[in-house]
């Protein structure tokens, strides 16, 4: 018998039954679950007149040192060795081979919500074979594959998505995976998160909250320093210490510091919608596949992927996550317009800004040179 997930949205304290498309084929006498035959739908001719965020743009940036000469099997195998997992999709239906376990379930929510956006836009993805990895901070660095390291190494860098990228490194940027929940640390998915925020802002007033720094910070504030452009930027070379003086900075400039406060609320909830999230996903990828150089194959060992392999399971934390943030049907748009290219004097231009921001603050940080900004 298939067990019946009925979902539910709150709306004004009353319950109503979530539209749900793609129902889970999930049964109780076998926990071996295998994909459905039908899975997943192909077909999807919806179009959309709105052009994406500006922050978009940047994906063009990541995808800059292939342009030329695309990517090859070879570059894409050569990070078999400290990916956490290859992703392959072919004609709709994705597969992955585990190479090793990421941290808690960074990889099981990353690979759960390429799989949601397979089915928000079903059909309209391209081929693809990549490889991720799961850990904190980007790995490609650009110093070795420039001047006399290129020539006795390899002089094009493999394409590796991550959570996160810098000026320093090559890595493609892929949205974070607790967008889709956080179960080992209680973080909810984005969009009940969102509500508790928007909610958690109006509670109190900036002027009667308290200021609190401390390690168990850390990890999260990592997080946003890669995503986020509205920032005060933590040096990630003495956390700690770079928070505690960011804390000490905001409590002797509130009113600056609620500014800072503002505009990155804005941010957060003008721009990072779970729709961007879908549709940044689907360009990124989409970029991606245009630079293939070859025809990508499920690989030896590779299991293919289906929503029941991740959500029919013990119930738990994880579970209940997923149920959660599952893509109830195809979406009734197609995905935003991708817009140009920055041309190459406002990339240097915004990344010299940034780097004049950041010496900035350093210089701040130093014993006997901070003052009031």
């Not at 003086?245 to 500014?259: I, P, S, Y």
Request: hydrophobic letters at 30%; charged letters at 25%; aromatic letters at 14%.
């Amino acid at each position: 018998m298939p067990l019946n997930f009925t979902l539910f949205s709150n709306n004004n304290n009353h319950k109503h039954p979530k539209k749900d498309e793609y129902l889970l084929n999930c049964t109780s006498s076998n926990m071996n679950i295998t994909c459905p035959a039908n899975y997943p739908p192909t077909t999807f001719d919806s179009t959309s007149n709105q052009t994406c965020p500006e922050y978009f743009r940047w994906i063009h940036e990541d995808m800059k040192t292939w342009k030329n000469q695309g990517i090859t099997k070879e570059m894409v195998e050569r990070l078999k060795k400290t990916a956490h997992f290859r992703l392959v999709i072919v004609n709709g239906t994705a597969y992955v081979k585990q190479y090793t376990k990421a941290y808690q379930t960074r990889d099981d929510f990353t690979l759960w919500g390429i799989l949601q956006l397979i089915k928000l836009y079903p059909g309209r993805l391209p081929d693809l074979d990549l490889m991720f990895q799961c850990h904190d901070k980007p790995s490609i660095k650009r110093k070795y594959y420039q001047g006399w390291r290129a020539v006795f190494g390899h002089p094009q860098p493999p394409p590796q998505f991550h959570y996160c990228g810098d000026d320093s490194t090559f890595d493609i940027v892929f949205p974070d995976w607790s967008f889709w929940g956080w179960p080992e640390v209680n973080v909810k998915p984005w969009v009940p998160l969102e509500k508790d925020l928007k909610e958690g802002n109006a509670m109190k007033n900036w002027t009667s909250r308290k200021s609190i720094g401390s390690r168990n910070q850390e990890k999260g504030l990592r997080t946003q320093i890669c995503q986020s452009n509205h920032y005060w930027p933590i040096n990630d070379k003495r956390l700690c210490k770079s928070i505690k003086f960011a804390v000490e900075w905001g409590n002797n400039n509130g009113d600056k510091a609620q500014e800072i406060g503002k505009a990155g609320s804005r941010f957060i909830f003008e721009q990072i919608k779970m729709e961007n999230v879908y549709d940044y996903m689907f360009h990124v990828l989409n970029e991606y596949g245009k630079l293939l150089q070859y025809t990508p194959t499920v690989p030896e060992g590779a299991t293919a992927l289906c929503s029941e392999r991740f959500a029919c399971s013990p119930m738990g934390l994880q579970t209940t996550y997923k149920i959660e943030t599952m893509v109830d049907g195809p979406s009734k748009r197609g995905p935003c317009d991708l817009p140009p290219p920055y041309d190459s004097l406002t990339v240097q231009y915004l990344r010299d800004q940034n780097e004049k921001i950041k010496e900035q603050v350093k210089t701040w940080e130093q014993p006997n040179t901070w003052f009031n900004w």
